[in-house]
């Protein structure tokens, strides 16, 4: 599987970005998928999900109302539009494969296992910055 996540970069408090991930090497239109990020010094974190279809979605309590996940499965890409962004939000974002425990993880507000989450390989994830 090939992950490759763009569109981070660096944005004052309260703006916004749009986050794309194109998927490869799997079928990508029966997987459910999900946005993680981890910050420095921090575990990473599941952060928005969304059903293989695109008929349901998840996010943390952090990013609700705030964050919209999408996906279009005939072009094999996800995205993530983040407004009202914060100076919390800044970390590294990656997308990956998010099964059901990863959502029940995610609404508990725990934490992600790199090793074991998603389709066990990531791609380079993508830097957002948020100044305040």
């Known amino acids: 599987v090939q992950l490759v996540e763009s569109g981070g970069g660096l944005v004052q408090a309260g703006g916004s970005l749009r986050l794309s991930c194109a998927v490869s090497?799997?079928?990508?239109?029966?997987?459910?998928m999900g946005w993680y990020r981890q910050a420095p010094g921090k575990q990473p974190e599941l952060v928005a999900a969304i059903t293989s279809g695109g008929g349901s979605t998840n996010y943390a309590d952090s990013v609700r109302g705030r964050f919209t996940i999408s996906r279009d499965n005939a072009k094999n890409t996800m995205y993530l539009q983040m407004n009202s962004l914060k100076p919390e939000d800044t970390a590294v974002y990656y997308c990956?494969?998010?099964?059901?425990?990863?959502?029940?993880?995610?609404?508990?507000?725990?934490?992600?296992?790199?090793?074991?989450?998603?389709?066990?390989?990531w791609g380079q994830g993508t830097q957002v910055t948020v100044s305040s």
């Open positions: 090497g799997v079928t990508f239109s029966i997987n459910a």
């Open positions: 990956n494969a998010a099964d059901d425990d990863s959502v029940e993880t995610m609404l508990r507000g725990g934490a992600v296992n790199f090793e074991s989450a998603g389709f066990g390989s």
